[in-house]
């Protein structure tokens, strides 16, 4: 079992930062790929960024220019800074990955954290 930990969530005013971390626990042996999931009230969930192994990333065309993705492989961790915030950027983040386990490849989700932008 991997176990993601979100942190880093808060109420912030508009035009600020945030930066949002996430931390896989277990008997991880890689990670492949990583991703930043967002869930607004009434909404269904969105993909904001994504980053592979290497240094390949994506983003949602509302994020880009704003949010930069991250990952520290030697932690396994992920990293999504967030800049010049903006009401609609209120939302659930969520952190995916998937890898690879002793005993195979896993696919976990972390149970979100809470990003309020006021106008």
């Known amino acids: 079992q991997v176990q993601l930990v979100e942190s880093g969530g808060g109420l912030v005013q508009a035009g600020g930062s945030l930066r949002l971390s996430c931390t896989a626990s277990g008997s991880i042996f890689s990670i492949n790929s990583m991703a930043w999931y967002r869930q607004a009230p009434g909404k269904q969930r969105e993909l904001v960024a994504g980053?592979?192994?290497?240094?390949?990333?994506n983003y949602t065309d509302s994020v880009t220019g704003r949010f930069t993705i991250s990952r520290d492989n030697a932690r396994n961790a992920g990293y999504l800074q967030m800049n010049n915030l903006k009401p609609e950027d209120t939302a659930v983040y969520y952190c995916?990955?998937?890898?690879?386990?002793?005993?195979?490849?896993?696919?976990?989700w972390g149970k979100g954290t809470q990003v309020t932008v006021s106008s």
């Open positions: 980053i592979t192994r290497g240094t390949n990333t």
């Open positions: 995916t990955m998937a890898g690879e386990i002793r005993s195979g490849g896993f696919s976990s």
